[in-house]
DNA sequence: GCTTTCTCGGATAGCTAGTATCCGTATTAT
DNA sequence: ATAATACGGATACTAGCTATCCGAGAAAGC
């Protein structure tokens, strides 16, 4: 089981966009290289993020991406969702329908104990990635990373705000 | 993300040889027949869990497999690690290291708030799976499936037991 | 109004992990 | 001995994800 590569790329943007002031938006091209990664790939990931109203687009010149709502407003789980999907992890292929213990389909009423119990573990991963936002990130992030790294990183977002 | 899909046969599998009594054991070929799966792929499976001691192989002729354990002591998570593996969804590539924000990599001590969030939820996914054993899956199929699903069920066991 | 800058959206190649299968060998009951 | 069965490696196939490209269109600035 493996979750989508550009995750990781997503959150890591979501935290950083929620630095700026206000208003202010930063390009795809930008973001992609304060995170090292392919701008073309990454831009996959942002028009995602964008379509689940994570992201809000500003278009034309001196436009980019910013966050579309509050930090505080979006949960990691809105960041999954709207790059992994909102699939559950296990899917079933009805299995008891195959096989000579096959019975007409009208005599499965109510979903099984085991399709029950992949659902309901997805549930509380679900609202455990819920639980945290944007925010929260943030306040570790100011908090553990040293602090010459900090003040490389706005420097450079003073740079390439130019 | 996505479930392996061997994991739903492994599941059926083990509640199937939990029906058996003590110590009879059923052919791969059987068990493979008897869910409508192809029996070389099932095979592959069925070692897996045999290697992770969920499931125990009684070699030569009129051998197969057989739980290795009592049902109430096997939980759905201990299938899953078997066909799935036990790593985490999330994998991080260190983003923080690239890009401009770049710093030494002993700057580094703690795992991040991010890793973290991703750790945490996949830990409360398990320990949801760990809920459930065989035995209560068991007990739900007893309740849920019509009688006459049943009673086909264990005819053909008694059949191809022989 | 024109140009520049930038995103959007689709289209498409490349790659990796997972799916499915085969067969020769080892092991055991009869 | 013979038949039945697990084991393990080798291998083809496939879906989904990774990564890239480019033209159309929209906003900003002149
Ligand atoms: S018994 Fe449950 S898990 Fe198995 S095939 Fe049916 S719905 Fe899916
Ligand atoms: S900051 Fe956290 S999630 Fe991001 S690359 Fe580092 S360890 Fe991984």
């Given at each position: 089981m493996r979750l989508?590569?550009?995750?990781e790329s997503g959150v890591h943007v979501c935290v950083l966009l929620a630095t700026l002031p206000n208003g202010a938006a930063l390009p795809a091209a930008k973001l992609a290289e304060y995170h090292g990664v392919p701008a073309a790939y990454l831009a996959k990931h942002l028009q995602a993020l964008a379509g689940a109203d994570v992201l809000r687009t500003v278009k034309g010149a001196r436009g980019g991406y910013r966050l579309a709502r509050p930090a505080d407003e979006i949960t990691v789980l809105d960041v999954v969702e709207a790059i992994d999907g909102g699939e559950s992890a296990f899917?079933?292929?009805?299995?008891?329908?195959?096989?000579p213990l096959a019975m007409p389909a009208?005599?499965?009423t109510k979903v099984c104990g085991i399709h029950h119990v992949f659902t309901r573990a997805d549930e509380v991963w679900r609202a455990e990635l819920a639980r945290t936002t944007i925010t929260d990130l943030l306040m570790g992030v100011l908090r553990d990373v040293p602090r010459a790294a900090l003040e490389k990183g706005a420097r450079w977002l003073q740079d390439s705000a130019r």
């Open positions: 989508s590569d550009g995750v899917r079933c292929s009805e299995i008891r329908r195959r096989g009208r005599e499965y």
